[in-house]
């Protein structure tokens, strides 16, 4: 009996399985889609270089505290998603999704009512990143679960959605603050993110037990068995002891910090190092949105289908080549911003493709959530570390510079790192 016969839940055969009113095949692009258009409104969070000023001027307060709920609400997002990927696998992804979505709702409509910049954060920060947390990961798990034969490509599209977002959210977050003022603006915004889960969470499932898609099966070995590495399925413990997961771990923090450093001031950058105007640097920040969309199912093609070490490396050539290009040519070489600006977008995308991808190849689905929880702390400290470097260096210095020569020099020790140690550990590590 094929392995598409039968499901072990239910005992609903798996030719009868439908989603969205479709086969499982084509309906489970549907469920793509939905992750995309959830993601969407988290990715406002990459409109946040729009907010920061509007968020500075009314609560009067510094740059490096206007920062705070940004680099908070990725900390919070990324420390906290060790302990819910775990959950993630065992309940009902659309309830969680529902859920933790009314939770981003209140978060975003508190956030609005604050009376000082420290209220704000808190509410921001805890409130909509912690329902932001579980609505991130519940897609990215159930692309992994869904799409076994093309993981880095089905995460990759599933997170074009959040990529995307500022293409939009940048120019009318720019006219909303300006109609309605900063905290209405996200009071709204908090009300179209509760309507959108309330409509899209009920179709959201995971695929029953035994179920591959058509036409698809696991590699085997000579011998006709599963092969030994798709047999293993690291636990957390396992995965600690191997050399790789703390190579992926680095090179996911050294992208993010770049990666969340460059997006939280694109609008400083080109206001301040590249003299262009307030409105030009409003539509770049919508055009640069689509460069870390596409990176993401760009970079999730290549990693399905070239070696970590090369695809991973090549990423990080490029962010150091950008970041050296942008401290060198501030003034009036706007050529320089319109070119490596989107680029270090393009590749921050996609490592948020490459990351969840590596983490199920490396260490098995089975676990991805869990796994991938772990990774993902990564982030949390690339937030940190990113926005700290920026806000510290701009106080001291007066501009942002040398925090471009820092990330270039953090992204070629991650070339190292890849070299040495970015690859599938050792199957006989349990």
């Known amino acids: 009996m094929s392995q598409n016969s039968i499901s072990l839940k239910d005992n609903i055969p798996l030719q009868r399985l439908t989603v969205l009113g479709m086969s499982p095949d084509k309906g489970r692009w549907g469920l793509i889609v939905i992750g995309a258009v959830i993601f969407f409104f988290i990715g406002a969070i990459y409109s946040w270089s729009i907010f920061r000023g ?59 009512y604050a009376r000082n910049i420290y209220e704000f954060t808190a509410a921001f920060s805890l409130l909509f990143g912690l329902g932001a947390t579980a609505v991130y990961a519940a897609p990215i798990a159930l692309a992994s679960k869904w799409f076994v034969d093309k993981k880095g490509f089905a995460i990759g599209l599933t997170l074009f959605g959040m990529g995307l977002a500022p293409l939009i959210m940048a120019p009318l977050a720019v006219k ?120 993401r199912p760009v970079w999730g093609l290549i990693i399905d289908r070239v070696r970590a070490k090369i695809a991973a490396s090549v990423s990080f050539v490029l962010i150091a080549g950008a970041a050296l290009a942008i401290a060198a040519g501030p003034g009036d070489n706007y050529y320089i911003f319109y070119v490596s600006v989107p680029l270090i977008w393009f590749c921050y995308g996609g490592w948020l493709s490459i990351a969840p991808s590596l983490t199920a190849n490396f260490f098995g689905v089975k676990n991805s959530s869990r796994n991938y929880g772990a990774v993902f702390t990564a982030f949390g400290a690339g937030a940190v570390t990113g926005n700290l470097l920026s806000g510290s260096v701009k106080d001291f210095y007066g501009d942002y510079n040398f925090a471009f020569y820092i990330l270039a020099a953090s992204s070629l020790t991650a070339v190292a790192v890849i070299i040495a140690a970015l690859e599938k550990p050792d199957a006989s590590i349990k």
């Open 54 to 112: 509007p968020i500075q001027k009314h609560f009067g307060c510094s740059s490096t505290a206007a920062g705070l709920p940004y680099m908070l609400f990725f900390a919070v997002q990324a420390f906290l998603m060790p302990f819910i990927g775990p959950y993630i696998d065992k309940f009902n992804p659309g309830r969680v999704i529902l859920l933790n979505g009314i939770i981003m709702s209140s978060g975003l409509v508190l956030a609005s």
């Open 176 to 295: 909303a603050i300006a109609h309605f003022g900063v905290l209405q603006t996200l009071r709204l915004l908090g009300a179209i993110i509760f309507a959108v889960v309330a409509v899209l969470f009920y179709p959201i499932k995971f695929p029953p037990p035994g179920y591959s898609p058509e036409g698809w099966a696991q590699p085997l070995s000579a011998s006709g068995e599963l092969s030994r590495d798709e047999q293993i399925q690291y636990s957390g413990a396992a995965m600690y002891k191997t050399r790789s997961f703390y190579a992926l771990w680095f090179c996911f923090m050294v992208s993010s910090a770049g990666g969340l450093m460059v997006i939280g001031i694109t609008h400083q950058i080109a206001v301040e190092m590249y003299k262009i105007s307030e409105a030009a640097a409003a539509f770049a920040i919508s055009i640069f949105a689509f460069f870390n969309a596409a990176g």
